[in-house]
């Protein structure tokens, strides 16, 4: 079965999708405009809950690869060109779990979304004011990926300095962040047509006036 694109956004007309690199300030964003706005956080991964349990590896192969893992060691050495190809792949098969969990939560209450939808789909699914895509340098997103606090990055970290291998394990893992945030990826999110907000390495705080932004541009405000 496949839902007519004007039905999906007629359905998701309560959900504003952010988007964009890592390290652009996606999730603190997210949280921000949340707690703001009233409306229901949907942080990284909130989907994976469902896709989890209903993913089949026969549909959903890369989302089913970690149910196949011994020993984590073998997701960070794998090659960086392995890597960049499973992270997007993964984004276009999460998608259809996003869409379906978002139409669930969002009938009566206003949803913001931290995605990885490809941007293809939304614009298929979305429109211009409930889009917007964050941009940080590369330096920013590979040199200071394991600089956040989070959970998942800071096990993947203790899987990287449990390898005998550590500093070229770790070199082969940065090698793939680079080719996920590369300039060639990161012109796809800049010449998208959505609003961009671009985050600058100057160590200035500018949560507040991003998050003023993007309530304007999605009509937040007033």
Same mark, same amino acid.
């Given at each position: ?24 300030g996606? !999730? +603190?964003?997210?949280?921000? %405009? ?31 690869? *970690?149910? !196949? ?6 997701? @960070?050495?794998? +090659?960086? $060109? ?16 996003? @869409?379906?969990?978002? &139409? #669930? &939560? ?5 949803? &913001?979304?931290?995605? /990885?939808?490809p %941007?293809?789909?939304?614009k298929? &699914? !979305?429109?211009?004011?409930?889009v917007?895509?964050? %941009? !940080?340098?590369?330096s920013?997103?590979? $040199? #200071? ?5 989070d959970?998942?990055?800071q096990?993947?970290? /203790? @899987?990287?300095?449990?390898c ?6 770790? $070199? /082969? ?5 680079a080719?996920? *945030? ?10 998208? =047509? ?5 985050? $600058?390495?100057n =160590? ?10 993007i ?8």
């Amino acid at each position: 079965m496949k839902i007519s694109d004007n039905i999906l956004k007629h359905y998701l007309k309560n959900v504003y999708f952010i988007t964009g690199t890592a390290y652009a300030g996606k !999730s +603190t964003t997210v949280r921000m %405009l949340a707690d703001r706005y009233d409306m229901i956080f949907c942080g990284e991964n909130y989907h994976m809950d469902v896709a989890d349990v209903v993913a089949d590896p026969a549909i959903q192969p890369d989302i089913c690869y *970690n149910r !196949s893992l011994t020993d984590w060691r073998d997701f @960070v050495t794998r +090659t960086p $060109e392995e890597y960049e190809r499973w992270i997007y792949s993964v984004g276009r098969e999460a998608a259809e779990f996003e @869409v379906a969990e978002l &139409i #669930r &939560i969002s009938a009566d209450r206003k949803v &913001i979304v931290d995605t /990885n939808i490809p %941007l293809d789909i939304l614009k298929e &699914i !979305s429109d211009y004011h409930h889009v917007a895509v964050m %941009l !940080s340098p590369q330096s920013m997103s590979v $040199e #200071r990926f394991f600089e956040r606090s989070d959970p998942d990055k800071q096990f993947l970290l /203790n @899987v990287i300095d449990s390898c005998e291998n550590r500093d070229a394990v770790m $070199e /082969n893992y940065r090698k793939g962040l680079a080719r996920i *945030n590369s300039r060639e990826h990161y012109e796809e999110y800049a010449s998208s =047509g959505f609003f961009t907000v671009i985050r $600058e390495d100057n =160590g200035i705080d500018t949560r507040e006036e991003v998050c003023d932004k993007i309530a304007e541009h999605f009509g937040l405000i007033g």
